[in-house]
């Protein structure tokens, strides 16, 4: 991961833990960072949750949803 999608991919993190409905709006590159940051960080449980939480699950696309039903 660059030093530019690294930052993109904490910035966004961060914004989703705040705002969940920002999750909406994310391509399928972005989940993929965001995704490899919170394994990295051991925190995608975290992200998890507050998008179940919002009631957004469905709006995740297939492939990064497998990954938080599995946190």
Known sequence: MTDASHI????AWVGA??????VGSWSLPD??????LG???RLL???AE???AAGLLEQVP?????HL???
């Open 8 to 11: 993109a991919a904490r910035l």
């Open 17 to 22: 833990i705040r705002d969940p409905g920002v």
């Open 31 to 36: 989940w993929e960072r965001v995704v490899r």
């Open 39 to 41: 394994r990295r960080l």
């Open 45 to 47: 449980a975290r992200l």
């Open 50 to 52: 507050r998008v179940e």
């Open 62 to 66: 297939p492939q990064p949803r497998r």
């Open 69 to 71: 039903v599995a946190e």
